[in-house]
């Protein structure tokens, strides 16, 4: 097939970005023709933040750019990833009018909750998810902290959902979990166009047999990522080496917390190039991932699976979907610090059972997260924009 990938790419390159590039690059090893359109939100800093969160209703810079390329390159299908901001939901229209089938990846809530990720105040919230206009979030300023931004990003949600773009223009929506299938339906989405399809892990890094070292954190340092969860559960488990991966608003937070505490046994690694971060996740006992909120697929989860090793999460949304107590590793109570160095502790000292959860979720990778499994999903997944695209001519 010749397939049109779009993505907005993220100023700080994160998880949807990952996904991206490697459903891409998959695509390609299997023969399909792709061709990648991409942007990135260069200017959403400072006072341009408003005015972009209004232009992300409707990018006449994009339709125009689409209409040209899509005339030119005449794709079967095009398969849609992060759309906010640059890309819009002109990109859909752009599509039905040259008559190609949309698929849309769903990486976030971002349809449903101004901030995108339902959790506020160090807390899930759904607030917004029975307010029509996200009157909710509005009045909290969840998006960059400011009410007149939220309003403009929320009318992105209440003008497509009017004008019905996201009933009659995307033919399939992909979601990378039940829970969050569930979570879009009980939002309005309809439900005869979400399908599951989880994210994958390529090219395949291997199982490790390296010696392991230490108890491993990677991913954004934000506050719902529970980094405070994880530090006050290391005051318990000091003698335990951590490292940690990953930079944002929090990292001023680490630092002082390890030069506070005297600790030499934990390392801020900060930004690693992919491949490194790779590395440092076969040489760990386990990776601790203590997200307090709901997450749609975290892609180092299943990158620790496939390289054999387990994992402890939070017992919330996917994460409690992916990671099965006790067999691929281990769940705690979301926010716990007690739980969470209970777990810890247990892990280390239980170096033959987490061995063979590690063994486990080498084969929960190999059933379900391999390239191959995922390419024959997606092809079955787009044959089925083909027919739904058709019915709706």
């Not at 200017?43 to 899509?70: E, H, N």
């Not at 180092?300 to 994460?319: D, K, N, Q, T, Y």
């Amino acid at each position: 097939m010749k397939l049109f990938l779009l993505h907005n790419c993220y100023l700080q390159s994160g998880g949807e970005d990952s996904a991206f590039l490697a459903e891409a690059l998959m695509l390609s090893s299997y023969g399909e023709e792709v061709i990648q359109y991409t942007k990135k939100n260069y200017s959403l800093t400072g006072v341009s933040k408003f005015p972009y969160a209004f232009k992300a209703i409707w990018s006449v810079r994009t339709k125009k750019s689409l209409d040209t390329l899509l005339v030119l390159e005449r794709p079967q299908l095009a398969h849609f990833h992060n759309i906010f901001y640059e890309i819009s939901p002109s990109g859909y229209y752009s599509c039905r009018n040259h008559d190609i089938p949309v698929v849309q990846t769903l990486h976030n809530y971002r349809l449903i909750c101004p901030s995108a990720i339902l959790f506020r105040n160090g807390q899930i919230c759904e607030e917004c998810l029975s307010s029509y206009f996200s009157m909710p979030g509005i009045s909290n300023a969840c998006f960059h902290a400011s009410k007149f931004a939220t309003a403009a990003i929320s009318a992105i949600s209440v003008i497509h959902r009017f004008v019905r773009t996201w009933e009659k223009l995307v033919d399939v929506y992909i979601v990378l979990s039940e829970f969050s299938k569930n979570t879009l339906i009980s939002a309005g989405l309809p439900k005869n166009k979400i399908v599951v399809k989880p994210n994958f892990v390529f090219p395949d890094p291997g199982f490790s047999s390296q010696v392991k070292k230490y108890a491993l954190f990677v991913g954004r340092l934000m506050p719902e990522k529970g980094i405070t969860t994880l530090l006050n559960a290391w005051r318990k488990c000091s003698t335990i080496p951590l490292e940690i991966i990953g930079g944002g608003l929090l990292e001023k937070d680490i630092i002082k917390f390890i030069e506070k505490n005297n600790s030499t046994k934990i390392k801020y690694r900060g930004h690693l190039l992919h491949q490194q971060v790779l590395s440092c996740i076969q040489e760990a006992n386990f990776l601790v991932f203590p997200s307090q909120c709901y997450e749609n697929f975290p892609l180092v989860i299943i990158e620790a699976f496939a390289c054999g090793v387990p994992v402890i999460a939070s017992r919330l949304g996917a994460m409690a979907e992916i990671v099965e107590d006790g067999k691929t590793g281990l769940l705690f109570t979301p926010g716990d610090a007690e739980d969470l160095a209970a777990k810890v502790e247990w892990a280390w000292n239980h170096t033959a059972e987490m061995a063979e959860m590690g063994k486990a979720a080498r084969r929960e990778y190999e059933e379900k997260y391999t390239a191959e499994r995922n390419y024959q999903m997606l092809m079955e997944i787009y044959q089925k924009a083909i027919e739904n695209h058709r019915r709706q001519r």
